[in-house]
């Protein structure tokens, strides 16, 4: 069950939903701590997927408040 999680927090985290992986990071540390390998692995991709998600909604903040360059390049 834990190799099956796994999986699925891996593939979200392949797909740049960092917000998913990082939910299915916290199953796998939550409920699977007995199995070493599994374990030491996920908390690793969990503090990435942290990251990257933190990086990821900052972004999107930048781009609310202050908009993108390619604003300016709507009327082509």
Known sequence: MAEHELFY???????????????RYKVIISNYSDVPDIYEHTQ???????????EKQAEETRKQREG????WFKWL
């Open 9 to 23: 927090a891996d593939f979200y985290y392949r797909m740049g939903r960092y917000a998913s992986a990082l939910a």
């Open 44 to 54: 690793e991709k969990a503090n990435a997927a942290f990251i990257m998600n933190s």
């Open 68 to 71: 993108s360059w390619r604003d």
